[in-house]
């Protein structure tokens, strides 16, 4: 049978024929001959830009990228000399969606970033597309979730509703295929009924290309449906790969490899590079046991194009993190020299008033004595402020990454309510034209539906409800009062927290996370915020520590991010230890991490604060917080904190 990976690929080169059926242009050799021979007479206007436009599109039809993407950036230049934004927009969005065809994601990014807030100003009904392209981008890199989010994107742009069918199901189809590989097939079912009632209208081609059933042949294979999935793929000889690979579930291995074969020449064609990967995975698995020397043509094949795909990619996307990188490092410099020479101002500054008040305090009477003596405590004052600021600061950092985990843990249940909200307000008028029908029996059956997706809107509805209070209870302002707290989840909602807030910094971060409590550790008198705020700060230093190896490759090949956090009940205590394979701390910096405004991190990333606090909150706990590290293996914090509290008060 395929595997979790296999189907987990199916997206990715179902996306990659997307480009035949975005915005279908039939490819006419006679009208292509004929624009090209007038346009170097023709003038620069906006006519010319449009011809342009409608040039790059057909010859990306014909699968000649190069001309394509020469057109389209004729046409932006042009653009740009006569401010016609509109041709902006129109040239951009298909220099972007040309990339996104041939998987070059970084370039169709960047082009999607340049459009966009131009789209916005000047042609909101091309913002629909543009979510297309940005679906395609993240479902090429496996971002499903976020692939998802721009599906749902498209579909709620106020220009969606007004488009005809012939541009609304390249969305639905998106949407179909993304549901699908979740394994959310009520939903996928839901939007795919929108493409099927296209196919009993039959929507004209190109405005509706037998590609789409590639969508409605994934969902029925997810559905275990092989027959009607078979009778969907056959309707174009393109998707000769989703019948390999159906034919690969059933184990029919005879025809597999025939499907196989011609979808891979057939990819090979047409320079399709996720469908020549896919296809040559399947025969060089079914070869395996059968034929060795034709197992390894076909396996060389597949590594041959996953490489050429990926590398270049990669290459360019790292050469793009390490420029955006050192413009931000060389900014944050620049601000911290800033803020240097302020402080050594205001030091000299302090520094000349407190020898003139000791001078004073030797010339004058007792009254100037006293009134020396309050500007002293201003002065003290005012550094007690400026040191509340700098901790109030490290807890507001904390507090963001409690919200960002508390965005990503509510918004999957939001998205239930509102996907089925949608699908009521429909059914609500079906209803109605039912009733006004005299329908009753197929009224009762809509009202079903509407209940039973109202229970669903419930559930998830009290699903958020409970997790914002739930985290509410983690992140109010402490009371400094210690509460009998379960540890052990505690330790597992701050680890959630802390892995979704530092994904919504870093998209691409990716790490392997571990848990393992012991039962036994039970409920123990802390103040919850405090020590959710070490666990946070902790566990956060690890995500850092293992991004910053995977990032700069100072790791052998093969090197997997991994951080676990476990408990462990000991005598009359209770262990905390949080572990990362990172590259570990230097022995000549050990002793000092745990000092106020020490911190490794580069300038602006850190304020030096974070394990200071986590120091004194531990100890004032009658605790204790422990390291060891390994440079180039990783390090490990625990923290060992009594079952019975020493003390009634905490920092």
């Known amino acids: 049978m395929a595997t979790g990976k296999s189907s987990c690929l199916l997206i990715f080169f179902m996306l990659a024929a997307f480009s035949d059926f975005a915005q279908p242009v039939n490819f006419d050799r006679h009208l292509i001959d004929s624009l090209e021979q007038v346009l170097p007479k023709s003038a620069n206007d906006t006519n010319k830009v449009n011809t342009l436009v409608l040039l790059s599109e057909m010859y990306q039809g014909k699968i000649d990228y190069d001309r394509s993407l020469s057109y389209a950036r004729m046409a932006d230049t042009i653009s740009q000399q006569l401010k016609y934004d509109r041709g902006r927009v129109r040239s951009l969005a298909q220099i972007a969606f040309v990339y996104a065809g041939t998987g070059n994601w970084p370039k169709s990014f960047a082009a999607v970033d340049e459009v966009w807030p131009i789209a916005q100003k000047v042609y909101p009904e091309q913002l629909t597309f543009l979510c297309n392209i940005m679906f395609m981008n993240y479902g090429f890199r496996y971002e499903l979730n976020t692939a998802k989010s721009w599906g749902l994107k498209a579909l709620n742009e106020p220009a969606f509703a007004k488009l005809p069918d012939a541009e609304k199901w390249p969305t639905y189809m998106q949407l179909v295929l993304v549901y699908a590989n979740l394994d959310s097939l009520d939903i996928a079912e ?3 009924s929108f493409l099927k009632k296209y196919i009993k209208n039959k929507l004209p081609a190109p405005a509706f290309p037998e590609n789409a059933y590639r969508a409605l042949g994934l969902l029925e294979r997810r559905k275990k449906n092989y027959e009607q ?21 059933l184990n029919q291995t005879d025809a597999a490899i025939y499907y196989a074969k011609i979808g891979l020449d057939y990819a090979t064609l047409r320079k399709t590079s996720p469908d020549v990967i896919e296809c040559s995975s399947i025969l060089a698995r079914l070869y395996e046991n059968t034929d060795t020397a034709l197992a390894y043509k076909y396996l060389k094949i597949h590594l041959d194009a996953k490489d050429s795909l990926y590398r270049s990619n990669l290459r360019e996307e790292e050469e793009g993190r390490a420029l955006a990188k050192q413009k931000e490092q060389f900014q944050h410099e620049s601000q911290a020299t800033n803020l ?3 402080i050594i101002q205001v030091s000299l500054v302090a520094l000349a008033a407190v020898f003139l008040i000791s001078a004073l305090l030797f010339l004058r009477n007792n009254r100037i004595k006293q009134t020396a003596n309050r500007k002293l405590e201003k002065a003290y004052g005012d550094l007690k402020a400026t040191q509340a600021q700098l901790i109030q600061s490290e807890k507001m950092a904390s507090l963001g990454e409690l919200t960002a985990g508390i965005a990503h843990e509510i918004q999957n249940p939001l998205n239930f309510v509102n996907n089925f909200s949608e699908v009521n307000k429909e059914l609500v008028n079906e209803l109605k034209t039912q009733l006004a029908k005299g329908n009753s029996a197929e009224a009762e059956a809509i009202a079903d539906n509407i209940t039973q997706n109202e229970e669903k809107i419930i559930h998830h509805g009290k699903r958020a409800d409970a997790i914002v209070k739930g985290m509410l209870q983690h992140s109010r302002t402490s009371s400094g ?5 379960d540890i052990n989840a505690l330790a597992d909602e701050y680890v959630r927290l802390a892995y979704h807030g530092f994904r919504a910094k870093d998209k691409l971060f990716n790490a392997e996370l571990t848990t393992s409590f012991d039962q036994a550790v039970g409920k123990i008198k802390v103040v919850p915020q405090e020590i959710g705020r070490v666990l946070l700060n902790l566990i ?3 995500f850092y520590a293992v991004n910053e190896k995977a990032r700069l490759r100072s790791a052998p090949g093969g090197y997997e991010p991994r951080v676990v956090v476990r408990t462990k009940k000991l005598g009359d205590k209770i262990e905390i230890v949080v572990e990362d394979n990172g590259n570990g701390i230097p022995q000549n910096i050990i ?5 106020p405004f020490f911190t490794t991190k580069p300038t602006g990333q850190g304020t030096g604060l974070g394990l200071s606090l986590a120091y004194d909150i531990v100890k004032a706990h009658g605790g204790e917080i422990k390291v060891e590290t390994k440079e180039g293996i990783g390090t490990e914090f625990s923290i060992q904190l009594p079952m019975t509290p020493k003390s009634n008060k905490s920092q």
């Open 481 to 485: 009062q210690k509460e009998p707290t």
């Open 591 to 595: 002793d000092k991490i745990f000092q």
């Open 340 to 342: 240097r020479n302020r």
């Open 229 to 249: 999935a078979i009778d969907y793929l056959r309707r174009d000889t393109a998707n000769a790969t989703g019948l390999a690979q159906v034919y690969d579930e």
């Open 190 to 192: 839901y939007y795919a």
């Open 540 to 542: 956060n230093n690890a």
